[in-house]
């Protein structure tokens, strides 16, 4: 009975796969195909009959191949094992269909003995899986767009937003007719420090300091024209601290008219910088150059624009009228202040051009010489500034006719050197008598007498120095000032004219200090000449019983010696003329004699030995005068 049963199943099994849609294929381990069913031809295109004895591995997708072999190993692996697997499968136009394939293991059954397959066509599927693959791709890529331009465009929008705010132009939106404030920039809480502005309020509650100015009727005619408004420099009185005081600023403006979707003004952008500091620079500069210009055209002073090297390029009538030289001259390029300048003045020149390209003019005015047309010397002072920073070989020269001033000073000079001449004679002689009659007297009992020749000689050592320095005047003046060149102890020198001015005094106290143990060669008088001078200073300008202190030192190659008083003390303002000739520090309320000789001399003499002399003072505090001399 039950082998009856197993021949009806077999027979049953048999019209099933016979008549089944899908293509049945029992194949060995080794994938050969021992029998392919009917449907074989309509899944496959293989007739049943050319698809067996074949191995279905050479159909498969090399792709797919070690997948379906895989599957095939987990069948065999138990009897009655299923598995299933989706591959590519070669039809017979060699173009690939997809099938899922079911192999399940039938060999322990000895009417079959083979792995039982199932082909499935899925190609339908797979393309609308595929398709469906690619529609969620589409979908994700379109969403992934959509959210990288909205993030872009918040971004964006931020980024206008923080170029809005920061703009270094004041910014605001205004809407309607009303002009309502809707945006406003940090530019204008600049402006309005103090100020709080209230959105969706109008412009005139904004800003109530502008009213009665024009700004707000020009916003309004935006409105009804949509044309933009443009004002420059547009000068506006703002009350910057809303303390209720408005100053004037200058601003560049701008109304821009913003349209809706039917074209009509819905709002206005309004832009503004301000240009005050600029403004006012540009009208400094202008003031500056009408001055400049009237000073030129005064005819008060020589005037030229030149080149460092000495090119001029320009010059007013007075120059050319100093020089000797004419217009036509000037054009032709003939005037040239380098080669108008005699060769002692080289120097001069070089440092002036040396200050200026460093500090863009000339620290002091400098006298000098030009070569007049004719071939005579004019003497002039001359000082420059540079024009540009930017182009510093260029610059504007001032230069003031010398020779009347130059004239008087030789004639003042002439003056002094004959006058102390014709003095020195008589004076001489009346300072013999004098000391004879005071021999004489030291013998008799006149004691008023000898008082009065003591009081005479006194002033005629007085009056024998003031000849005595106003002949050296003269002979610096005319380079006759003759230094003997022999050396001697400094510590010798000080020390003993302390002596010789102390012995003069008896208000002031001269405490020397320190030693130099230096030579120096050079006049020993002169130098001595140079201490009387600062410590008789010292002595005048102090206040009785006032210490005087005189200390030396020494720098390096340099011996200092330094006089130092406690007396009334000298402003800064006299500091760079104070060793000028007949310079003097005038003040009613300090009625101090003097000529203002010594202080010159001082210098020519410690400049003459190749020194130094200056001095630190303030007014009240006293002062230090000290010069400096090269060691041998």
């Keep these: 009975m039950a082998t009856n049963d197993y021949v009806q199943n077999e027979a049953f099994f048999q019209t099933l796969i016979e008549h089944s849609a899908n293509a049945i294929v029992l194949m060995q381990p080794d994938g050969c195909i021992a029998y392919a069913s009917p449907a074989t031809a309509s899944c496959t295109g293989y007739p049943p009959e050319e698809f067996a004895g074949r191995n279905s591995f050479t159909f498969i997708h090399p792709d797919d191949l070690v997948a379906v072999q895989a ?49 499935c066509d899925i190609s ?75 959105l969706e309020a109008t412009v005139r509650e904004n800003w109530p300091d502008l009213e009665d100015q024009g700004f707000f009727e020009e916003l309004d005619r935006v409105y009804q024209s949509g044309k933009a408004y443009v004002a420059n420099e547009k000068l506006a009185m703002v009350d910057r601290e809303d303390s209720g005081v408005r100053e004037a600023g200058y601003f560049n403006i701008v109304y821009q008219p913003v349209f809706d979707a039917q074209g009509s003004v819905e709002g206005i952008i309004v832009y503004v910088m301000e240009v005050t500091e600029q403004v006012l620079a540009r009208k400094r500069i202008q003031e500056s150059e009408a001055r400049l210009r009237r000073l030129i055209d005064a005819n008060i002073v020589g005037v030229t624009f030149c080149t460092l090297d000495g090119h001029i390029n320009e010059a007013n009538d007075v120059f050319l009228q100093m020089v000797g030289y004419t217009r036509e001259d000037l054009r032709a390029g003939s005037i040239d202040w380098a080669r108008m300048t005699p060769p002692e003045y080289e120097e001069l020149d070089a440092q002036a051009v040396r200050d200026l390209r460093a500090q863009g003019a000339i620290p002091r005015p400098y006298e000098k010489a030009y070569w007049r047309k004719n071939g005579t010397l004019l003497s002039v002072v001359v000082t420059a500034a540079a024009l540009d920073e930017a182009n510093p070989n260029e610059c504007i020269a001032f230069i003031l006719d010398n020779s009347m001033q130059r004239e008087l000073d030789q004639r003042k000079d002439d003056f002094i050197s004959m006058t102390s001449h014709e003095l020195k004679t008589p004076v001489t002689s009346i300072k013999g008598l004098t000391q004879v009659l005071l021999k004489r007297f030291e013998q008799r009992d006149e004691p008023d007498i ?26 610096a003046q005319g380079g006759r000032l003759i230094m003997e060149q022999k050396p ?47 410590l008789s200073n010292a002595i005048k300008y102090s206040p009785r019983n006032s210490p005087i202190v005189v200390k030396v030192f020494r720098e390096g190659r340099q011996a200092i010696t330094w006089i130092q008083d406690f007396g009334i003390g000298i402003d800064l303002s006299h500091h760079d003329k104070l060793f000028n000739q007949f310079y003097r520090v005038t003040d009613p309320r300090e009625p101090y004699p003097g000529l203002g000789i010594g202080l010159y001399l001082s210098r020519q003499i410690v400049e003459r030995h190749n020194g130094k002399i200056w001095l630190h003072s303030k007014k009240g505090e006293g002062s230090i005068f000290a010069f400096s001399l090269p060691v041998v």
């Design 71 to 119: 599957a095939l190993a987990t069948v065999m692996a138990l009897a009655n094992r299923t598995e299933s697997v989706e591959y590519r499968f070669r039809r017979t136009s060699g173009s690939y269909s997809w099938f899922r394939g079911t192999f399940t293991n039938l060999l322990f059954r000895p009417a079959v003995h083979a792995i039982l397959s199932t082909m």
């Design 124 to 198: 339908e599927q797979k393309r609308a899986e595929e398709l469906l693959r690619k529609n969620e791709e589409s979908s994700r890529a379109l969403l992934a767009r959509e959210q990288a331009v909205l993030r872009q465009e918040e971004e964006v929008s931020r980024h206008l937003n923080d170029l809005f705010m920061q703009a270094p132009a004041m910014v605001c939106v205004l809407q309607g007719s009303e002009h309502r404030l809707e945006l406003v920039n940090d530019a204008y809480r600049q402006l309005y420090p103090r100020r709080g502005f209230v």
């Design 450 to 475: 000898k008082r009065m020749l003591v009081i005479m000689d006194m002033q005629l050592n007085k009056l024998t120095k003031l000849i005595g320095d106003l002949l050296d005047i003269s002979k």
């Design 488 to 534: 001697f102890d400094l510590d010798t020198l000080v020390s003993e004219t302390i002596e010789q001015v102390q012995a003069t005094t008896t208000t002031q106290h001269i405490k020397l200090i320190g030693k130099t143990n230096v030579t120096i060669m050079g006049d020993r008088d002169r130098v001595g000449q140079v201490i009387v001078n600062l």
